[in-house]
């Protein structure tokens, strides 16, 4: 008789500890670009500085590993402009960044200082600025998207937030 009461209780106990698994939905949220670089008035902390160089370059997060390695180098190193500049420099130079080709940047002179001013500077250039860029490439066989890209984030507006 004890068994018979134990095993719907026990049916009884597991029923109600199945529940059903709850799915979370996580949105990027819309973020509000700068209308100028006078807007940024936040130094990037190394660590924010080498994760959004990653990111900008090549459209994902950058491992643990690899920034604490580059962290130790900022960190430990007097000047850290030259590290920056270095940092920047290699991780352009890797495969798989996400830098437009120089064909597609002369393609459209235009669209390609926009998108990258936006991209790098989380903010859309001003008349004088995307004329000037524009002018540069348009005048100079020699400048590389790459080029363009190591430029303004090597620029002291990148370093702010």
Known sequence: MKNLLIIPLICLLALSACKDEKRYIYEVEEQEIYQSANEKQNLKTTTQFISIAYNDLFGSNITTQQLQQFDVALQS??????????????LINRGGTQIPSDNAMRGDLPAFVEQTYLRIYNRKPNEFEAWKLKDMIEKNADITAKLVYYSLMTSEEYKYY
């Not at 007097?78 to 290699?90: L, P, T, Y």
């Open 77 to 90: 190193f007097g000047d850290k402009n030259i590290i920056q500049e270095m940092i920047v420099k290699n």
